[in-house]
């Protein structure tokens, strides 16, 4: 299970990221400040760094600025509010392994962390697949099959998907899926899941996902 450090000082933020983050099958740990950052990472506990760059304290470059200074090469991705060319320039040039602006959705996230991970040789072989039944999501080729036929997912039925067989027989609320495929930034009220899990049932079968009144859906 890959360990993952989350710098961020706005709550909601770090809790959506680390709820998703343990459901999605990570182990994250939440810092608030660019110097339990720097603490933490000094342990060489951790295989990837999602670090935001408006921390109390020291900002996140200059906890970048210190991780590479002192030979940590942890992967690190930096979120941040700033989408400027010049801050995005600064943190590549500095060190970061990546850049997401916010607000970001939660399928873009897990796809850069599994990126990252894999290039930094983290990503075990179980990650890469994920089955249940004859119906199997390659990770890393974004392909899903039923069966022998390989059947043609847009990003977001795809994150759907993955978010079922990441939870098979298990029911997932609407609100549970809205954020985590949608992200932090989703409208409570949109009908969008059941819209996409119509799409999604005339893909793989209509009988795979059930309809659990009042609470939500589940994969059997």
Do not use: C
Request: no cysteine.
């Amino acid at each position: 299970m890959s360990s993952i450090l989350i710098v961020e000082d706005e709550a909601r933020i770090a809790t959506f990221v680390e709820k998703g983050l343990a459901s999605a099958g990570y182990s994250p740990t939440v810092v608030g400040t660019g110097t339990a950052a720097v603490d933490y990472l000094a342990t060489g506990s951790f295989d990837l760094v999602l670090l935001d760059v408006g921390l109390p304290g020291i900002d996140g470059f200059e906890v970048l600025r210190r991780i590479r200074a002192a030979g940590d090469t942890t992967p690190v991705i930096m979120l941040t509010a700033r989408s400027s060319v010049e801050d995005t320039v600064t943190g590549l040039d500095g060190g970061a392994n990546d850049y997401l602006p916010k607000p970001f959705k939660f399928d873009e996230l897990l796809a850069r962390i599994r990126l990252r991970l894999r290039e930094s040789g983290q990503l075990a072989t179980a990650e890469t697949a994920l089955q249940h039944g004859d119906l199997s999501l390659d990770l890393r080729s974004r392909r899903a099959t039923v069966g022998t036929t390989t059947v043609d997912l847009s990003a977001r039925e795809f994150a759907l998907a993955e978010q079922f067989l990441r939870h098979p027989d298990q029911v997932l609320s609407r609100e549970q899926l809205l954020s985590r495929v949608w992200g932090f930034d989703f409208d409570p009220g949109s009908n969008v899941v059941d819209v996409y899990v119509r799409y999604l049932r005339g893909k793989i079968g209509a009988d795979r996902i059930e309809t659990v009144r009042g609470m939500g859906y589940r994969l059997v």
